[in-house]
């Protein structure tokens, strides 16, 4: 006699999880089993995986026809995560297991041959939408740190499959998931390392203050790199909400979910040679790259001109969108990428154009050709130029003086993040629209008729225009003054170094 069983168990799209029925079909014929429904390579070797499981647990394997659908047909599985709930349906669909919590429950976890639960990646999006429907979620014990920090929801571990049949039989209760404690927190560098430069911090403070994108330019070893990696140092905590963002990234990555990065702003650091791919993501099943892995954090690009043209064009959109689409024939995702821009470049081929203690060896048309290779569409999408000079050997060699650390200018940059929060509801300075932006700047006509002059003598973008105005009402926050004064324009447009080269 023909029996079936239904188990729910989630897919991954993306950062979402659609729901996915696991139908399996038990009835008369010669011994075998299929799956339809789109199943990649890894979910068709199943099969062997669950069939070993079910029989190293000392459980029947039915010696009848299977047939599993994973519906919706038309959306592809992949991956070992649909192990645990194959491995279900077919015990229940059996009798071995009782089917009365299966319409409350979500399973996913990959299989080992003797029956033990495995980690997978991309839990916490399912999580997510297990929460939202109300649904308890059973994962591999691996896994149950991650499901635990979503608190709305009910998540259950599981070691064996065993386990999973003795709570199903309610012979046993499984362990609710537990939020693991941080630890090796790696610590963050303190941008009181950084002997002087004193207007490349001052434009640190600002970029993390209003969410601005940098670029630093300079002679080798003036510390350009050793700034940019103090950036996050200095970035207010992330929200309960962002975190879950860059964590369900994070998950999905090849990178995997670490807890110790809970709440700390993501930094990426891609090498030069990466690919369009790398940076924006792709593949036949699309993944996130590292725009989306910098997600409400920072993207720093060192050497920015010996990247590809081709690879640092594809950054314009999502820099004025925060989110990137990657279309296939098959299919089509989503990434969020709201991340800040931090780059760095040398002024010329050989590093040392404009530097007052060596000569410049190149030839006009060598700098010319050098600067070419980032596009002016993007530099007119990076608020601030700033010029790192070289620092004297003397002051390399005084001892440190009484300079600020990161927690200082932390406290600056929070407030004046929180002002912004408020004020824009819920955006950063950087992120404001045109018509916002009037809502927000007050500013005097005859201030504003002098920042036209600028901008009308320095041949501007309108767009460029727009990012001098938020700059500057960046810098009155970190004064917390509701007016944009004189010397605020005049110090957001003094971060223009390439406009007036």
Not at 166 to 187: C, E, G, H, S, T
Not at 391 to 401: E, H, Q, S
């Amino acid at each position: 006699m023909a029996k079936l069983a239904v188990v729910y168990s989630r897919a991954q799209s993306g950062i979402d999880a659609p729901l996915v029925r696991v139908e399996v079909h038990l009835s008369r014929g010669l011994p075998g089993l299929s799956i339809v429904g789109l199943p990649e390579t890894a979910v068709k070797e199943s099969k062997d995986r669950v069939r070993a499981a079910i029989l190293n647990s000392n459980l029947e394997f039915p010696q009848q026809r299977i047939t599993i659908n994973l519906a919706p047909a038309d959306l592809p599985k992949e991956g070992g995560r649909f192990d645990l709930p194959i491995a279900i349906g077919i015990l229940v669909a059996s009798g071995q297991v009782s089917s009365d919590r299966l319409t409350e429950t979500e399973f996913v976890g990959e299989l080992s041959l003797g029956g033990q639960l495995r980690t997978i990646r991309g839990v916490l999006p399912v999580a997510v939408k297990s929460a939202e429907n109300n649904r308890v979620l059973v994962v591999p014990k691996d896994n149950g740190a991650e499901s635990a920090l979503i608190s709305e929801g009910v998540n259950k571990t599981a070691d064996n499959l065993l386990q999973v049949c003795a709570w199903l039989n309610q012979m046993d209760d499984l362990p609710n998931a537990v939020k693991a404690k941080r630890f090796n927190i790696k610590p963050i560098a303190d941008i009181s390392e950084v002997k002087g430069q004193i207007q490349a911090k001052r434009a640190l403070e600002i970029a993390a203050a209003g969410g601005h994108n940098l670029l630093f330019i300079g002679p080798p070893g003036t510390g350009k790199t050793m700034l940019a990696s103090r950036m996050r140092g200095i970035m207010p905590p992330l929200t309960e909400q962002q975190a879950l963002e860059t964590a369900a990234i994070a998950s999905i990555s090849s990178k995997g979910f670490d807890i110790n990065d809970w709440f700390v702003p993501p930094y990426r650091n891609p090498h030069h040679s990466a690919s369009a791919v790398a940076l924006v993501g792709g593949g036949s099943n699309p993944k996130p790259g590292e725009i989306s892995l910098s997600h409400f954090g920072i993207l720093f690009l060192d050497e920015l001109p010996e990247f590809s043209r081709q690879v640092l064009e594809v950054l314009r959109e999502p820099i004025e969108s925060g989110k990137v689409t990657i279309s296939r024939a098959a299919r089509q995702a989503e990434f969020p990428a709201n991340f800040q821009l931090i780059a760095a470049m040398n002024p010329c081929p050989c590093g040392y154009f404009g530097d007052k203690e060596r000569v410049c060896s190149c030839s006009a048309m060598q700098i010319e050709r050098y600067r070419a290779k980032v596009s002016g569409p993007l530099l007119d999408r990076i608020d601030m130029h700033v010029e790192v000079a070289r620092i004297p050997y003397k002051d390399l060699r005084k001892p440190g003086k009484s300079v600020e650390n990161s927690d200082t200018l932390r406290k600056r940059v929070t407030a004046a993040r929180e002002i912004q929060l408020q004020r824009n509801l819920g955006q950063t300075n950087a992120q404001l629209g045109n018509k916002d932006l009037e809502r927000v700047i007050h500013i005097s006509e005859d201030n504003l008729q002098m920042l036209e002059g600028i901008v009308e003598k320095l041949k501007l973008s309108a767009r460029a225009y727009h990012r001098i105005l938020k700059l500057s009402r960046t810098i009155a926050d970190l004064e917390h003054s509701e007016i944009v004064e004189k010397h605020h324009l005049l110090e957001a447009v003094s971060y223009r170094c390439l406009d007036r080269a």
